[in-house]
């Protein structure tokens, strides 16, 4: 569990994560990031406006920005070695308090998930490890991931596999060269015209804001958490 103090000094930087969540490694955040009850990460980071719902786990995860992870979600993984004789952790790890003789060193670490920005990881979805998704694509509920998915995509099933575009081609490129993710539209008044449910119409409306300066930039990581406590971020990069 986190300890209060922890969660206190997450809170001055707008990061919520609830006393129940666990986190082991080292976690990052930016600004805006909410981690819900009985959430469990190890050596993950988050951007800005992005949430993990209940019973959610991460290992090894680079979560980018407005990012919408569900109940009982997984994501990544650490690996157990196939090639040798037993795939247990009795005969490397520490789990069941050691063994009598050395053991080979083993890194139990699965290879990093990298989820892109706007990605939508419905309910009991797994993401494997290695994985990227791209920006603004959808897992469905229950989905295994198991191949990199392509931006904006709609994938469902297992093995997951494309069912749709989530939006039309011609706007993908228009969002991808927008990078509005970048921006901090939540706190900017510009924004409170845009019709968010009218893609096409907002597009051209954000890139206007956008040229004019008049939407704000978000930050880079600001806060983490590791094995002793949260302390200030000092590095400008966000992974």
Not at 60 to 75: E, K, L, M, P, Q
Not at 147 to 162: E, S
Not at 168 to 196: F, I, K, N, T
């Amino acid at each position: 569990m986190v300890d209060r103090q922890s969660i206190e000094h997450l809170a001055r930087f707008g990061v919520t994560a609830k006393q129940s969540s666990q986190m082991n490694g080292t976690v990052r955040f930016e600004r805006k990031v909410v981690l819900f009850n009985n959430v469990s990460v190890r050596d993950c980071s988050f951007g800005s406006y992005s949430y993990v719902a209940p019973f959610g786990h991460l290992l090894f995860a680079d979560v980018g920005r407005y990012c919408s992870i569900g109940n009982n979600v997984a994501a990544g993984g650490s690996n157990h070695p196939m090639d040798h004789v037993s795939t247990s952790p009795a005969f490397y790890d520490r789990v069941f308090g050691g063994q009598a003789w050395a053991p080979a060193p083993y890194d139990r670490r699965g290879d990093r998930v990298v989820i892109g920005n706007d990605v939508w990881l419905a309910a009991h979805s797994r993401v494997l490890p290695g994985i990227t998704i791209g920006h603004g694509a959808v897992v469905g509920m229950g989905a295994v991931v198991a191949k990199d998915v392509p931006p904006f995509a709609v994938v469902v099933g297992n093995p997951a596999r494309i069912v749709r575009q989530r939006v039309p081609e011609g706007l993908q490129e228009r969002l991808m060269a927008l990078s509005w993710w970048d921006y901090d539209w939540p706190a900017s008044p510009a924004a409170a015209g845009l019709d968010w449910r009218q893609p096409a119409h907002a597009i051209y409306q954000m890139e206007e804001l956008v040229a004019e300066g008049r939407i704000g930039r978000l930050g880079p990581i600001v806060v983490q958490i590791t094995e002793d406590a949260a302390t200030d971020a000092d590095s400008p990069d966000r992974k």
